[in-house]
């Protein structure tokens, strides 16, 4: 089975700008607890809610770009346990599915 199959079509993304604030917000929201953090359709990492309450910050002035981690992407075309190598490997619970684009 290839990610394609089994990905989430809906993409709710972060940009690096953003306080954490907004990006906890647009979590609670959206029932999520990551979000790849993009600009200009680049993926830079991902802001993870397990890395945003292991640290100490004022989340109204506090920037995603300084709590985002790295992360590797997935082609959608790759197979299931592909990905979860490199889930695994991440140490993360998804990461962002990415041909020429986010998709």
């Given at each position: 089975m290839l990610i394609k199959d089994i990905m989430s079509k809906s993409i709710i993304t972060a940009?690096?700008?953003?306080?954490?604030?907004q990006v906890l917000s647009r979590m609670r929201?959206?029932?999520?607890?990551q979000l790849p953090v993009v600009d200009k359709n680049s993926v830079l990492g991902?802001?993870?809610i397990n890395k945003i309450i292991t640290k100490e910050f004022d989340p109204a002035t506090t920037k995603v770009s300084s709590v985002m981690i790295p992360t590797p992407t997935v082609r959608s075309d790759a197979t299931i346990e592909e990905a979860a190598e490199l889930i695994i490997s991440a140490n993360l619970?998804?990461?962002p599915v990415y041909d020429r684009e986010l998709v």
């Open positions: 940009r690096p700008d953003e306080t954490i604030s929201t959206k029932k999520v607890h991902i802001v993870t619970r998804a990461i």
